[in-house]
């Protein structure tokens, strides 16, 4: 007798740890730069250069890049920008049995202020939360049927597996150039600039996937016209492209998600010598994963009417995707100019961040509490004050249906602005319409009695003579042919037979005849 196993593939959450620390530092103004007056926004991006596991710890090495636009007196040209880096080594504790995985490291910048502290020397201060969580993929061996003599019974039962087919992460560079029209001067340096994702649309393919969305990008920059010496410029970009991606088909769930990892921009002449185009590459940071549901059949019950068989079993944890589902919300609100900040003229630009403060779990729904963290770059009225920024937050609450979902679910909601518009309704106030995409994927937490060996021993004697060699049996609830057949050392089809039975199935208050199917000999 030969028990047949078979190696199922499965993932499960194995570990997850949060840190949050606070970057601090002071920073002189460049020789070759004005004294700042006036700070006027501020922009920050994270690098992680370095993760390391070591002795049950993770270290993370990186930096923040920073950007401080600002005002000054002495210049003609008012606006000037100071950029520089923070670096950051800090050491998260994770579990002994997640030391030697290879992590998954998530970044979000909770917070970035800069202050002045005098006219040539000013202080950037943010909060950072860096997100580690590390998942296992394994092959779990379990028993799918037995090989032995012919009155051996077993039956089998169907799983749901949720197999990670696709695990991976790749690069995605976008290459395009922004040619100025003709009211606008010509470049002498970038001041300030924005560039963010939205809209994008991901197709499984045959070893491969295909991806396009919109990018788009805003440039502040110092003009060499002499009327106009700070102008701005700002477009959408169109992208798309196909990646290779061994291993998915057009019938599996993606879960792919994109992130700016690195971009560049440059100034070039156009035809007549004018620096007057723009050439952007942007490097995208994807995280591929591929799911396919499959439902394999393992061995459930194994017996024989002629020898004791004792089932090993073990519990197999894993998980099980449940729903992924992109949700689309629109969200408006209006914002009013503080009184000791400029009327607004004209605004120039918009960005804003999603920012989760809660996912409440409620059956099955899940509840998302957050805020729309918003920085507006906008021209003032006021001439010794031309260009002011307004930051404010619009908060919101979003129900988002989960069908299947059970307290012990694990979940993800990663949210994304696909849309925003800001609407000047006069120079006190402005209205604000965003669509955010919150992408939502949820597990289940599964727990499942594999059968790993077999042991097997000679029949009890003594019982079997106890027993009679046929009974009259009445069906009570729960019961099934097989649970009778192993109790009485028959077969399933032995009571089938002889009961005149067309299948298995049977109700509460049949009656059926049992014939024990060994015979003892003394």
């Known amino acids: 007798m030969e028990l047949i196993k078979k190696n199922i593939h499965m993932n499960k959450l194995k570990c997850r740890s949060s840190l949050q620390l606070t970057l601090d530092d002071d920073f002189n103004v460049p020789d070759v730069k004005p004294d700042i007056d006036r700070i006027i926004t501020q922009q920050g991006d994270v690098k992680i250069n370095e993760i390391k596991a070591m002795n049950g710890k993770l270290l993370i090495k990186g930096e923040l890049g920073f950007n401080v636009l600002y005002f000054s007196e002495e210049d003609a040209r008012p606006i000037h920008n100071i950029s520089g880096e923070i670096p950051f080594d800090e050491v998260i504790n994770m579990e002994s049995t997640c030391s030697d995985d290879d992590p998954i490291v998530k970044w979000e910048l909770d917070d970035l202020s800069a202050g002045l502290i005098n006219s040539r020397k000013l202080s950037v201060r943010s909060v950072l939360s860096l997100n580690v969580s590390v998942e296992e993929l394994y092959d779990e061996e379990t028993g799918v049927m037995v090989e032995g003599p012919e009155d051996v019974q077993y039956i089998s039962k169907k799983i749901e597996i949720t197999d990670i087919s696709v695990d991976k992460k790749d690069t995605f560079r976008i290459k395009d150039e922004i040619i100025l029209p003709t009211n606008k001067g010509n470049v002498i340096s970038i001041l300030f600039d924005s560039i963010r994702l939205s809209n994008i649309e991901v197709r499984l393919l045959e070893d491969k996937f295909t991806i396009k969305g919109e990018m788009p990008v805003f440039i502040l920059y110092a003009s060499e016209s002499e009327e106009s010496p700070i102008e701005y410029y700002e477009t959408e970009l169109s992208f798309g492209g196909t990646v290779d991606c061994n291993g998915c088909r057009e019938d599996m769930i993606e879960d792919i998600t994109f992130r700016i990892l690195n971009k560049n921009i440059e100034i070039k002449p156009d035809m007549d010598g004018e620096e007057r185009v723009i050439d952007l590459e942007v490097i995208l940071e994807i995280v591929v994963k591929v799911y396919e549901i499959q439902e394999p059949e393992i061995l459930y019950d194994v017996y024989s009417p002629c020898k004791e068989i004792t089932p090993v079993f073990r519990e197999a944890a894993y998980e099980n995707l449940v729903i992924k589902n992109n949700s689309k919300h629109r969200i408006s609100d209006r914002l009013r100019v503080s009184d000791n900040q400029p009327k607004i003229l004209q605004i120039c630009h918009s960005d804003g961040v999603i920012r989760i403060d809660d996912i409440i779990p409620n059956g099955a729904e899940l509840q998302v509490e957050g805020i729309i963290d918003l920085n507006i770059l906008y021209i003032s009225e006021d001439d010794l004050r031309p260009l002011a920024s307004l930051r404010g937050a619009i908060p919101f609450t979003q129900v988002i249906e989960v069908k299947g979902m059970n307290p012990d679910s694990s979940y993800e909601v990663r949210p994304s602005l696909d849309q925003l518009s800001v609407i000047m309704l006069d120079s006190d106030e402005i209205e604000v319409k965003a669509v955010m995409n919150l992408n939502t994927i949820v597990f289940d ?19 079997l003579q106890s027993m009679p060699g ?12 097989w649970n009778i057949a192993k109790r009485y050392y028959t077969t399933v089809d032995s009571i ?24 003892v000999v003394l």
């Not at 937490?445 to 019982?463: G, M, P, Q």
């Not at 089938?496 to 199935?505: F, K, R, V, Y």
């Open 445 to 463: 937490r599964i727990t499942e009695s594999i059968i790993t060996d077999l042991e097997v021993a000679d029949l009890d004697i003594e019982k």
């Open 470 to 481: 046929i009974i009259g049996y009445v069906v009570k609830k729960d019961d099934s042919l």
């Open 496 to 519: 089938m037979e002889i009961n005149d039975l067309d299948d298995d199935s049977i109700k509460e208050g049949d009656k059926l005849i049992i014939m024990k199917k060994v015979e």
